[in-house]
């Protein structure tokens, strides 16, 4: 779109407020994980088992931008906002796999891959049904 010489536009208001916010939502989402991560460390007690809670956090931002394509919907603050109440959600179950099913399963047992399998079809379930 041209405009004769006289005339300019600029973007501001809403926009400009909306752009600045996205930024800080960003960096809150950035230290939300890495708080999450620390956490996780203390109540573990090693970095394994934080890390490996921590892995399931990319596929779910895998999820959340298949979504969006799919039904071809904006990103904004509304969805910065769901992907942290999602991060809360997926480290929770997360947690309940690692320290509940998993370490309680794996006394006595040395195939770690099997008891995880077992552990998470034990949770598929309830994960369902929260989400």
Same mark, same amino acid.
């Given at each position: 779109m041209s405009f004769p010489k006289e005339y300019s536009f600029n973007l501001s208001g809403d926009y400009e407020k909306t752009v600045n916010s996205q930024g800080q939502f960003i960096l809150a989402i950035a230290l939300t994980v890495l708080l999450i991560f620390f956490v996780l460390a203390s109540i573990f007690e090693s970095y394994k088992q934080p890390f490996l809670t921590m892995c399931a956090l990319p596929l779910s931002v895998i999820g959340v931008a298949f979504s969006l394509?799919?039904? $071809? $919907?904006?990103?904004?603050?509304? %969805?910065?906002?769901? %992907?942290?109440?999602?991060?809360?959600?997926?480290?929770?179950?997360?947690?309940?796999?690692?320290?509940? $099913?998993?370490?309680?399963?794996? %006394?006595?047992?040395?195939?770690?891959?099997? %008891?995880?399998?077992?552990?998470? $079809?034990?949770?598929?379930?309830?994960?369902?049904?929260t989400f």
């Open positions: 394509w799919a039904f $071809k $919907k904006p990103i904004s603050l509304g %969805v910065y906002i769901s %992907v942290m109440i999602l991060f809360g959600s997926i480290v929770y179950g997360s947690i309940i796999i690692i320290e509940d $099913k998993i370490n309680q399963r794996r %006394v006595g047992r040395t195939n770690i891959l099997r %008891v995880s399998f077992e552990s998470c $079809k034990e949770r598929l379930r309830p994960e369902r049904i």
